[in-house]
Nanobody, 124 residues
């Protein structure tokens, strides 16, 4: 059974940092793109960052560029999201997802495996 488990969320003051991890089990995802999405209360789930199968290509939503860094360790079947200079507007549940292909996409429909999410709360 495929499972994605996120961890590393929590509460932090504005300007602080958190590192999210997403560990995959049940199959190897080294050939697939992976991404982080987030969903704030009352809002739709939105793309945050993505990485291609070998880490050679990454992409970020504009509001997190320069603050967030996505990376992956295929030997550990794990993807990470380093979040620095956090802002209150970054508050959301963060989800990792596995792409249907080796590349990444902005579109949720192009991801077929999802984690259960981890809460990130940034206070002002």
């Amino acid at each position: 059974q495929v499972q994605l488990v996120e961890s590393g969320g929590g509460w932090v003051q504005a300007g602080g940092s958190l590192r999210l991890s997403c560990a995959a089990s049940g199959r190897t995802f080294s050939n697939y793109g992976m991404a982080w999405f987030r969903q704030a209360p009352g809002k739709e789930r939105e793309f945050v960052a993505a990485i291609s199968w070998n880490g050679g290509d990454t992409n970020y939503r504009g509001s997190v560029k320069g603050r967030f860094t996505i990376s992956r360790d295929n030997a550990k079947n794990t993807v990470y999201l380093q979040m620095n200079s956090l802002k209150p507007e970054d508050t959301a549940v963060y989800y990792c997802a596995v792409s249907r292909s080796s590349t990444w996409s902005y579109t949720r429909a192009n991801y077929n495996y999802w984690g259960q999410g981890t809460q990130v709360t940034v206070s002002s």
